[in-house]
């Protein structure tokens, strides 16, 4: 039977951890009115985090009649997490404090290789930005990888992921804790941007937000007051596979997905290259429509017209209070528009739909949520179920900005 005192202590220590997370700077006074601790509890729990390095004084309170109280806050350097965005053409990386500040942020393009090549790609760039973070910083602890695919926990493999060749042959999870040393969590990238936006703009959004992702394929992440919504088997989200846009029946769209071949990157190209015989960049195909090419404003309405299908599906279903559009693609102000128009005639209720405020730091900031909320528990509740830590987001234009 477990020791009753150790669990008391170890719900106080967890309690004090959260308020001063929270609210530091903060008095141990304040701690104590909190957490409804005593004083004395309060006092001696502090006084070890402050010793073991956890926690610092910053100073004291202002503005009181008489003796001014010492105030505390975490050490926002006495631990990091690495938070990683492996893509089907970018790998982005960023090492964070215990406040999610980015210390060190690193993107290259993935590698066409696939499976262990990405596998040591993305292990090579933790260890690089983990070498960029300066001063006293610690290495990560604990590290959150976000795929474009479906993570299976019982194999470790990631499947319906297309734009990675191989990387479903392959325990990834395994192998990143084996080269890394440290614990991994995989996710899906999409999952990752939804926990992120909300994460990062909670104060704007309501607990019920879709994340849509367009850019190399289209996805979304669901999140259901306040928690996110993974299915039965992880794959809820993966809305490429909606049987609409190319027919769902033909063996391309068990693979890439009927909705995704008429959404994303390669059906840009591929509907622009059908209307004029020229194959050329998405980004080159968005400036020939702002300069009146008739085949690329048509290429980009069709487009536009699937994504808007696709956002009155997620709207029937779960009515959300928020969409939030983001990927290379989504994000994009002159796809944004053309979509917001779609909507109106397809769907007979108002769509609350709005740009992603994160851009590519989407996936980075759920990553670093999650790690961040798992390093906690690790570190102050030592196995306590139903005990959660969260940390408050720094400011959106903070992380966004990054250490790049």
Known sequence: MADPSNISRRMSLSAIVQAITSYGPISRASV?????????????????????GWVRTIGRTEGHVGRRAVVYEIVPDAASVASVDLGGTKVRVAIC?????????????????GGIAVINQV????????????????????????????????TGRILMAPNIPGIDQVDAPQLWRERLGIEVFVEN???????????????????????????????AGIVIGGQLLRGAGGAAGEIGYLPFGKDPFEPESLKTGALERVTATHAIIETFAEKTGEKKPVPEIFDLAASGNVAADETLDFVARQIARSIAT????????????????????????????????????????????????????????????????????????GVEIETPPPAVEVFTRGAA
């Open 32 to 52: 104590s009115k909190i957490t409804g601790l005593s004083k004395q509890t309060v006092s001696e729990i502090v006084g070890n985090l402050e010793e073991d």
């Open 97 to 113: 404090d215990l406040t999610g500040a980015v210390m060190a942020e690193l993107v290259e393009p993935t590698s066409k290789n």
């Open 123 to 154: 292990a090579d760039l933790v260890e690089r930005a983990s070498l960029k973070i300066s001063g006293n910083a610690k290495q990560p602890r604990i590290a959150v990888i976000g795929v474009p695919g479906v993570p299976d926990p019982a």
């Open 189 to 219: 990238d999409v999952n990752l941007a939804a926990l992120g936006e909300h994460w990062l703009t909670k104060a704007n959004a309501k607990d019920d937000l879709i994340y849509l992702s367009i850019g190399t394929g289209i996805g």
């Open 314 to 385: 997620l709207a029937a279903v779960l009515d959300p209070s928020l969409i939030v559009v983001g990927g290379s693609i989504g994000a994009r102000q002159e796809l944004h528009e053309r979509v917001s128009q779609h909507i109106k005639g397809c769907f007979p209720r108002p769509v609350p739909v709005e740009i992603s405020a994160l851009g590519n730091h989407a996936a980075l900031a759920g990553g670093a949520a999650i790690a961040l909320s798992k390093l906690h528990l690790s570190l102050f509740t030592a196995g306590l179920k």
